[in-house]
């Protein structure tokens, strides 16, 4: 998600209108290394704008282990210490899904609806499967691995964004991402055989989710953008 070609996904849903403000502020939630807020500060650099760049992620080592010039704040997505309406456009990319409750997914993007401006803008991408069947199978394969995310489907996340959101801006796929069981062990090696194990189990319900279903395992996950405009 760090290449410019990723990035260029969430930031073409930025209107035009926003890249004539002379000193916009943009805030990448969940932002890790930065490259997110970066690409996009870029463009508005572009268009001659001096943007403020604000970086809000809970883990602090790679917040400021980033080389990314920025105001860094170490905050839950929930509860960011900025002002009301204070800030143009958000971004939010492949954060909600780590919240188990979607009652606190819901949370984010009120506090998102919250510090932006009138008429400011949310970007945000989701995990999205096509179908309930399949985002269920996929929750319960990393539930299975002892990873408690809550995925959900492209219907009900859009949904989601417009019960905080009363207008929805623009809707487009997003990129996928494919990873491997050997990429995944480089992160859990100590769960690698219960993860061959389960999906070994569950190949009839992983089918619509797994690229390979022959060891050594693989699977994609889609993701949705959306973006969502302050009244």
């Known amino acids: 998600f760090g290449s410019a070609e990723n990035c260029a996904f969430v930031a073409e849903h930025i209107p035009s209108r926003l890249f004539s403000l002379e000193t916009p502020t943009i805030v990448d939630v969940g932002a890790s290394q930065g490259t997110?807020?970066?690409y996009v500060r870029e463009q508005f650099l572009e268009h001659g704008s001096k943007p403020r760049l604000i970086l809000v992620d809970m883990n602090e080592s790679a917040l400021y282990n980033s080389g990314v010039q920025a105001e860094k704040i170490v905050s839950d997505a929930k509860r960011i210490p900025l002002q009301?309406?204070?800030v143009d456009v958000a971004l939010l990319r492949s954060v909600l899904h780590y919240e188990s409750a979607i009652e606190n997914q819901k949370k984010i993007l009120e506090e998102m609806y919250r510090v932006l401006t009138p008429g400011g803008i949310l970007v945000s991408q989701f995990g999205s499967f096509q179908n309930e069947e399949d985002t269920d199978a996929f929750n319960n394969m990393f539930r299975s691995f002892g990873r408690d995310v809550n995925f959900v489907s492209?219907?009900?996340g859009i949904e989601m964004h417009k019960s905080v959101f009363s207008e929805i801006a623009k809707v487009t796929d997003g990129p996928?991402?494919?990873e491997t069981m050997?990429?995944?062990a480089v992160r859990m090696s100590g769960q690698v055989s219960e993860a061959n194990t389960y999906i070994s189990e569950h190949l009839d319900e992983l089918k619509g989710i797994l690229v390979s279903t022959m060891s050594p395992y693989?699977?994609?996950v889609p993701f949705t953008i959306v973006?969502?405009?302050?009244?």
């Open 182 to 184: 050997d990429e995944f």
């Open 227 to 231: 973006s969502c405009v302050k009244k």
């Open 154 to 156: 492209r219907e009900a």
């Open 84 to 86: 009301d309406a204070s």
């Open 36 to 38: 997110l807020g970066q």
């Open 218 to 220: 693989a699977w994609s």
């Open 176 to 178: 996928s991402l494919t």
